[in-house]
């Protein structure tokens, strides 16, 4: 509810400094996501992108010399895949295991769900029919629920023969998120937003490819993941007034 609100304060807003609402619209989003690591971490684990998907709803208000303001809301998903770097290995005992044996790979695969309200300001290019821009903004980003995580480990242990085998363990886990001191990670994020894209104008709208990326400011636990997000988005703006 608290998101709604600001998402609502911020239209209002813009609507008192006299910026006239041109349309409103939906954009679908591919999300590909990862985590920024602290250097401690980066020299333990690989970071790679984790797909997934997002919607958002928009309003777009007319600043005046082909400026925009664009206030949005949306759910997006994040998160990133997480492997161990080859050199690196945990004695069994640290995860659980009978002395001897030994966790040599360890993979992690984690999707985080956000409630997003990305302020954007654009600056449009071109005329007739195609247009092109460039956007910059912010994004305030807010969990919904507990994110999910998927820990697969490579085993390495000793077989009755003498031998070493190996074996594959999956199990799940839940992230808890939240403000408390014993959540996993916070329930807040903060990013800057860069973006840009291409719009072709229909009679009644207008129908946009856009790229955007996503800086997370903020540390996702204590100190060591930031979310990165590249979107891959196309919206259509239904224009009002018109």
């Known amino acids: 509810m608290k998101n709604l609100v ?10 008192q400094l006299n910026a006239q609402l041109t ?16 250097k401690d971490f980066n020299d333990i684990y690989d970071a790679n992108i984790r797909p997934g998907g997002g919607i958002s709803a928009f309003a777009e208000f007319n600043l005046g010399n082909r400026f925009t303001f664009q206030p949005e809301i949306a759910f997006m998903q994040r998160g990133g895949n997480l492997s161990s770097e080859s050199s690196v290995y945990w004695d069994g ?36 029919n195609i247009g092109a821009y460039v956007a910059v903004g912010t994004t305030f980003s807010f969990a919904v629920a507990n994110g999910k995580g998927l820990e697969e480990r490579l085993v390495e242990y000793p077989a009755s ?27 807040y994020d903060f990013g800057l937003n860069l973006g840009t894209g291409l719009t072709v104008i229909l009679e009644r709208g207008e ?16 100190g060591s993941l930031k979310n990165r997000n590249l979107q891959i988005g196309l919206s259509y703006m239904y224009y009002i007034g018109q």
Do not use: W
Request: one cysteine or more.
């Open 93 to 128: 005992p640290d995860f659980g295991y009978p002395e001897g044996y030994r966790v040599i790979d360890l993979k992690q695969k984690e999707s985080l769900n956000y409630l997003d309200i990305p302020l954007m300001f654009e600056k449009n290019f071109g005329g007739g």
């Open 207 to 222: 129908l946009s490819f856009d790229v955007r990326y996503v800086h997370g400011l903020r540390s996702v636990d204590v």
């Open 23 to 38: 349309g409103i619209g939906v954009r679908p989003v591919l999300s590909l996501s990862t985590y920024k690591l602290t």
């Open 161 to 187: 023969d003498g031998t070493i085998n190996t074996r594959i363990d999956r199990s799940e886990y839940e992230i808890e998120m939240g403000s408390g001191r014993n959540d996993d990670y916070k329930a």
């Open 6 to 15: 600001l998402f609502l304060t911020v239209i209002t807003c813009a609507t």
